[in-house]
């Protein structure tokens, strides 16, 4: 017999369908609510304890060469009419800097996270796709195409605004300076070294034919075939140096791994003594109000020197504990019987 009506589209009855499947609502009561509070807030001040004891251990040192202040040896740099300008920041260290040491560059007011910067670049250059040479993506405009309509690779801003300071650094020993080496190997993301990015094939045995018919971003001094011409895993869109510039930071005060200092005689760390940067001084920032600095700094266990976690464990861990005062104060004072009757 066939059903007709609001019963044919009535579902099976099983315990499924009907909402009868067996049920578990927990009751939060004040033995529950109290000591979980507790436990939590415990925990979280444990933790944070932890965590800002740590990050007070790791060592920072910085310092500006900018060069605006006059009082820097950078400062004769800040002339834009002089070209290939070196100066020099020197440092004295009282105790060993436990490594290893990572030096950083750091920029001031530079704004990668401005959509219109962060979007111009072409990521079908940066995979290598030669058909995307000759014609650069729109995104990448005005470093589309150089003066002459020749076409740009890397084509966008990012790349035209890669950071060109570079920086040696020097033990003074008896008057003489030892070189520090910096180990520039390794620093980028792995994801953006082996899946990100990659390099052209070879055309006719050579990487700059790869690149015919193109020009290079224009602050650059050379094109991208030439950024290591000793390391071919580290030319082109593989280098480090242009991939760590290429992944846009967060804020506008940021700070980018130049290289790390782990080997000979530094593998432990920077000795006590005197020490000078030399600075190669190409890239400016006085025009829209930035400063530069350069970073060392070791890392721990929890990575570079971050209070503000710690702080946040322990306020959270502090609010729980005090929270579950209040309620067994207040549980204390205002709790009912079970009994209902008057």
Known sequence: MK?????????DNTAFTQQRLPAWQPILSAGIVIPGFTIIGLAFIGIGVALFVTSQNIKVLETDYTGSTGNSSCSQCINPSIKDCVCEVQFSLTELFQGPVFFYYGLTNYYQNYR?????????????????????????????????????VPCGSIANSKFNDSF???????????????D???????????VKYSNPAFVNGSFANAFAGTSQ??????PVYQLDTSDQANNGFLNQDFLVWMRCAAFPDFRKLYGRITGGDYASGLPAGNYSLEIKYNYPVLSFGGTKKVVFSNVSWMGGKNQFLGIAYLVIGSLCVVMAVVMLIVYAKYKFSDDDSA
Do not use: H
Not at 168 to 178: R, W
Not at 184 to 194: C, V
């Open 184 to 194: 520039r190997k390794g620093i980028a993301w792995w994801t953006d070294y082996n």
């Open 3 to 11: 059903t007709e009506g609001s019963m044919a589209n009535r579902p």
């Open 217 to 222: 971003p224009i602050n650059w001094p050379k």
């Open 168 to 182: 040696e650094l020097f033990q003074i020993v008896n008057g003489e300076k030892t070189p520090v080496p910096f």
């Open 116 to 152: 219109s910067y962060s979007v111009s670049q072409d990521p079908n250059q940066l995979v290598g796709d030669k058909q995307y040479f000759q014609s650069p993506a729109s995104t990448c405009s005005p470093y589309q195409y150089n003066s002459s309509s020749t076409p740009i």
